[in-house]
Each structure stands twice: as C-alpha cells, then as structure tokens.
DNA sequence: GCCCAGGTATAAA
DNA sequence: TTTATACATGGG
C-alpha cells in the first residue's frame, strides 16, 4: 500500500478489503454523501472526496501527510481484515457467508464526540432522518470547512440549551444532546479513557449520560473508539441472531465481534427474506 | 390517519 | 428484575 500524490489529492494503490459504500454508507457514520466525483466528507477538520478504482483509492484534496496521520487510520487500513474474516468464518458457516457479502466494509476510527453524538441522535429514529439532524447540527454549530462544516465540539454545545437545538428537529433528543456535551465538555465523562478502560466501565462511563443506554454506548465505543469488541445489539440485530445464530450469544463472537456484527448487520439488512 | 425508525427513561407489575 | 408506555419528528 503506496502513496502518492495527484494533481488533486493522493492515490493510494494496493488497498485491499474495502467497498466505500459498504463502509461509509452502512449506518456509522452519518456524514458522508455520494456524488458524482465520489464520497464526500468531512472529519478531523478536513474535507475529502474518496473514490475507489479496484484496488487505487483516490482521495482529493489530502496530501501524503494528511493520508499518513488522518485518513489512513481513519479507514483502519492498518488492519488486516482478510486475516480477520478467516478467523471469524470459523465460528459460523452463516458468519463465513455474511463476510463474503460484506467484505467490502471496515470499522471507522471516527472522532469519539462525533460518533457518541450522532448514535444518541440515531436512537429510535432512521438513518435518513438522522443524517438530516446531523446536518443541521453541523450547519448550525460547527465550523466552516470548506465548503462545508465540521461537527460541533461538546464544548461548543455545552453553552447551549436544549431549545436552542429547536432547528435540528431532534425532539426529545435534545435534551440528551445537551447533557452529553456538558459531562464531555466538563470532564465528568472522559472519551479517551474509554480506549483502555475494561470493556463495562467504558460502558458505563457513557451511560452516565442521561440518553445513553447499551446499544448507543456500544456504537459510540465501537465506532469513536475503536473497541472493535463491542457487539451493538439493537431490535433488528435481536432478530438476525434469533434467526441466523440461535446458539450464539455476542460475546461468542470473541474479540473482532464488532466486525462480526457489522458483516451481519449488512448482511441480513441486504436479506431481509431471511426472516420471512 | 397509522406505523415505524440501528432506544432510553420512567413507572408499574 | 422484567414489562409497558411515552417520547418528537417525518417518511412510507
């Protein structure tokens, strides 16, 4: 895996395990928009479009530098999720299955604020309505960068009330929004730690978050902080374990279950007649 | 109008 | 400890 760099951006050749859409459209992030050149983002500060021609990832407007310390981790190219997907096809024929179907996708390293905000926004709620919010919420709060902008930091929404998020159209997140900004902003909740911690406190620290339960901690320290052992259960992963793995529980799953669980998720989302 | 959406807080059994 | 209901909003 070489970089170099275009008149535009950088091409990185020999990337392997990667489908764009798999990965960024697949429901953990919410900011990223397809167009014609491409995927469009923003993280870290920085705004990208990503576009993938067999194994030559090309990215625009990024530089080497850029590759090597933001978008290089940011995608998880350091880890090798071909080895991965042939430890996890040995659990289950269905899992080998899901893996081959998936995998194209990859566990993003998104900003741990970014992503436990957007997951207390996702609850009870849909992927389209919640990329609207979030949105809104960027829009409305963030900072311009380029022709776009950032998400919010939590000190930044910490200075607001819930009914200053009236604009977002969230509803009763609001308040959830809110209180997460201000125990982040504040110190009482502490993202990095959650990297090392044992897997339940790490829990725990996010659930001191009014809006914050099991599955939207999971999510957060799955996506945000990379703690690729979490396993997020929410209604439709209840029933696609009922249903496809009805003698595992997600802790079988062992220490890639999130990556597992994403397979899954895709998998049985692109199948619903699995569950007729 | 009715139902549901990558859930959680709260009250009641 | 487990089970029921409200919660804001918008698309199907």
Same mark, same amino acid.
């Not at 200075?159 to 969230?170: I, S, V």
């Not at 996506?223 to 052992?229: D, Q, T």
């Given at each position: 895996m070489d970089c170099i760099k275009t008149d535009i951006g950088v091409k990185i050749s020999g990337v392997k395990d990667l489908d764009l859409a798999q990965t960024l459209d697949c429901g953990q992030s919410f900011r990223w928009v397809e167009n014609d050149s491409g995927f469009y983002g923003i993280a870290f500060e920085r705004e990208v479009v990503m576009r993938l021609e067999g194994t030559d990832l090309y990215i625009d407007n990024c530089d080497e530098k850029d590759f090597e310390i933001i978008w290089k981790d940011y995608l998880d190219l350091n880890l090798d999720y071909g080895k991965i997907r042939k430890e996890l096809s040995e659990l289950h024929p269905i899992l080998k299955e899901a893996g081959e179907y998936a995998s194209g996708i990859r566990i993003l390293r998104q900003e741990p604020w970014e992503a436990l905000c957007t997951f207390i926004i996702s609850q009870n709620n849909n992927i389209k309505r919640i990329k609207g919010i979030v949105a809104r919420l960027c829009e409305s709060f963030g900072d311009r960068v380029g022709s776009g902008y950032s998400f919010p930091t939590a000190e930044r929404l910490a200075?607001?009330? $819930? !009914? !200053? *998020?009236? $604009?977002? #159209?969230?509803g009763f997140r609001n308040k959830y929004i809110i209180d997460a900004a201000r125990k982040v902003a504040g110190g009482e909740v502490n993202l990095e730690k959650c990297r090392a911690l044992p897997y339940d406190e790490a829990r725990s620290e996010l659930m001191k978050i009014k809006g914050v339960g099991v599955k939207v901690a999971d999510c957060a320290l799955l996506?945000? *902080?990379? #703690?690729?052992?979490a396993f997020p259960v929410d209604v439709w992963m209840k029933r696609a374990l009922e249903k496809l793995f009805p003698d595992m529980t997600p802790s079988d799953f062992g220490e890639y279950a999130g990556i597992a669980q994403q397979y899954i998720f895709h998998y049985s989302r692109m199948h619903p007649e699995l569950f007729n």
């Open positions: 200075e607001l009330t $819930p !009914d !200053d *998020l009236a $604009p977002l #159209r969230a996506f945000g *902080l990379h #703690r690729i052992e």
